[in-house]
């Protein structure tokens, strides 16, 4: 179970999380919605470590994340997988190398590297991409290798910041599938996303942040808000996941960004 405990973050005056608790069950699929700057991504990287908090806790298991020392972090870290939006896959390295690489920062054996790291490239459909380097690839195809390399050491929890905001219509499709797939192998799964179309397909547990609080929490449900709501929360409707014999000039969507608050936090730093 993740437990947050009335958490407060500040930048500034600004509270980016405003006494927030929420508690998540193990196996649960939670998608969270709310316009640019609402928390969406503070929230997420606080439950790596990857932010400390002004006050508050954050508990996962009954483990107190936010007093760990470097050393239990870093185990921790191991038993989560993050997925960004902009991917932040090692250019020099290919497909299989990005992948491999936290089993190999893990010291797993070759031989046992090498196993899990097909399997998983398999799992995404991008066994056949493996000597490929990222600039060789399409978007659909950089994140799924993201994927791969967030879910090859067999993480208890995945961490999916925006994971389809740059993608059209049939990468998003694909991504979505990969996400339901892991999630019914029994691993806890957190989205956060601005895409009307995903929430409703997805139809799962829905979260509303908006100011650094929880508006709504509602089982089983899809993209409620309507339009005069979004317009009052400055959420834009996205085109990523609506068919493209829908559309007369179909087009990726470009996503707003996550909140420009939330620093980068290195690749190696979330794998070790």
Known sequence: MIKFTDIVKKYGERKVLDHVNLEIDGGEFVTIVGPSG???????YALIGGIRMDSGSITVDGYEITEFKPSAL?????????????????????????????LEVCGWKDGDIEE??????????MI???DKF???LAGGEGQRTAIARALVHRPKLLIADEPTGNLDYWNTKQILDILKKVNESGTTVLMAT?????????????????QGVIIS????????????????????HHEAFIHPATK????????ESSEKEVGDIEITEIRH
């Open 248 to 255: 007369a000039h179909p087009k990726s969507d470009h996503a």
């Open 116 to 125: 899990r790291t097909y399997e998983v490239l398999d799992l995404v459909g």
């Open 134 to 136: 990222p600039h060789q």
């Open 74 to 102: 870093q185990e921790y870290r191991r038993k989560v997988g993050m997925i960004f939006q902009d991917y932040k896959l090692l250019e020099n390295k290919t497909v299989y190398e990005n992948a491999a690489f936290a």
């Open 217 to 236: 929490d509602k089982e089983n449900s899809g993209y409620e808000l309507d339009h005069t709501d979004e317009w009052a929360l400055g959420i834009r």
């Open 38 to 44: 609402a928390g969406k991504s503070t929230l997420l």
């Open 194 to 210: 601005h895409n009307r179309e995903v929430v409703d397909e997805m139809h799962r547990r829905v979260l509303i942040l908006n």
């Open 128 to 130: 056949d991409h493996s």
